[in-house]
């Protein structure tokens, strides 16, 4: 069952977002920059909560932050760990990526078929338990982009 923590109206148009990534420290930044900037209550979800029978998180990082949405002034930022061994290391330089978001899977998938080419894909585009569609990818010039499907 697909836990649906992003929401888009239907018919809006595709956004970019900026998904910011840290070294297995980011519910220390979401609660500092939920201090500075108030709103709403930033939605978590740690890796402990992933549903996907194929992949079970080690215990280490159960309590780390796999997706966190947050508003900063009206603006909507996206913000992970990224746990120490998981290929992507984090590094000063890789801590964030565009987040290309939408509600027409076919729309994502069609630009995903073109901005991966020359680029080195990190994840492939598919359903996953939070979304008809997502992918994540290094362009040919090295920037980073998930795409992101949500309803």
Same mark, same amino acid.
């Given at each position: 069952?697909?836990r649906n923590?992003?929401k888009t109206?239907r018919?809006?148009?595709?956004?970019?977002l900026?998904?910011?990534?840290?070294?297995?420290?980011?519910?220390e930044a979401?609660?500092?920059?939920?201090?500075i900037?108030g709103g709403?209550?930033p939605i978590?979800m740690?890796?402990?909560?992933?549903?996907d029978?194929?992949?079970?998180?080690?215990?280490?990082? %159960?309590?780390? /932050?796999?997706?966190a &949405?947050? =508003?900063?002034?009206?603006?909507?930022?996206?913000?992970a760990d990224i746990?120490?061994?998981?290929?992507n290391d984090?590094?000063?330089?890789?801590n964030?990526?565009?987040?290309v978001v939408?509600?027409?899977?076919?729309?994502?998938k069609?630009a995903w078929?073109?901005?991966i080419?020359g680029g %080195?894909v990190l /994840?492939?585009?598919? &359903?996953t =338990?939070?979304?008809?569609?997502?992918?994540h990818?290094i362009?040919?010039?090295?920037?980073?982009w998930?795409f992101?499907?949500?309803?």
């Amino acid at each position: 069952m697909r836990r649906n923590i992003l929401k888009t109206k239907r018919g809006k148009n595709m956004s970019t977002l900026v998904y910011a990534f840290y070294n297995e420290n980011a519910s220390e930044a979401i609660e500092f920059y939920h201090s500075i900037f108030g709103g709403k209550d930033p939605i978590i979800m740690r890796y402990g909560e992933y549903s996907d029978e194929s992949y079970q998180p080690e215990e280490r990082i %159960k309590n780390l /932050v796999m997706h966190a &949405e947050m =508003f900063v002034f009206g603006s909507r930022i996206m913000l992970a760990d990224i746990p120490k061994g998981f290929g992507n290391d984090w590094v000063e330089g890789n801590n964030f990526s565009f987040a290309v978001v939408d509600s027409d899977v076919k729309k994502l998938k069609a630009a995903w078929d073109k901005l991966i080419v020359g680029g %080195k894909v990190l /994840v492939e585009f598919k &359903e996953t =338990f939070f979304s008809e569609g997502y992918g994540h990818v290094i362009d040919k010039f090295g920037m980073q982009w998930q795409f992101i499907h949500e309803k």
